[in-house]
């Protein structure tokens, strides 16, 4: 079986980590030697610049620092996990990518998107995923949600950025989703997680 890598993307509270879990599941089922990995992190290197960009004061960073960080740790995360992983033949699922820097920090955040542009072609370079699922949830919702996990206090840096961002961050990731269609599927995430999760394996299944 070839490589595939596919990513998750979406809002706060959009399901994405529970739906991972669900594919990963049916496609072993069938035989695929996987990955799964997040970002930011993926690394010890990286899961530490992950705990500087979801901890602490909001305004602790400025856009174009935590544009800077997450590709910090995106290249970490590319030469010792993800390249290795695909070069093996391995299909790589992972929670965050490259669009969740340009919908949080140039969307929503207002980073110059020349400049994330830049660092996109300098690291991610043609290694971009086959395949990218855009949770779609209203961003109320999807806060509410965040808010009712109790393990991810600590991660809610982002979460306390107040709904005005959130609502940029969505229609970032719409964005997106319109220009890139071939690869950009989009998922309603409000429905209940078996109707998502059927969705999720309607669109990749046609990808296999």
Known sequence: ???????????????????????????????????????????????AVRTLLVSGDVARWTPKSEALLNYAAREQHLEQVILPALASGRTVLCDRFMDSTRAYQGYAGGCDMGFIDALE??????????????????????????????????????????????QKLREGFLDILRREPKRCRLVDASQDIEAVAEDVWSIVEGAL
């Not at 995923?129 to 840096?157: C, M, Q, Y």
């Open 121 to 166: 072609r300098g690291i991610v370079g043609p290694t971009r995923p086959n395949l990218t699922l855009v949770f779609d949830l209203d961003p109320a919702i999807g806060l509410a949600r965040a808010k009712s996990r109790g393990d991810a206090i600590a991660e809610d840096r982002y979460e306390r950025k107040g709904l005005a961002f959130h």
């Open 1 to 47: 079986m070839s490589a595939l890598f596919i990513t998750f993307e979406g809002g706060e509270g959009s399901g994405k980590s529970t739906q991972i879990r669900r594919l990963a599941a049916r496609l072993q089922d069938r035989g695929r030697d996987l990955l799964i990995t997040r970002e930011p992190g993926g690394t010890p290197e990286a899961e």
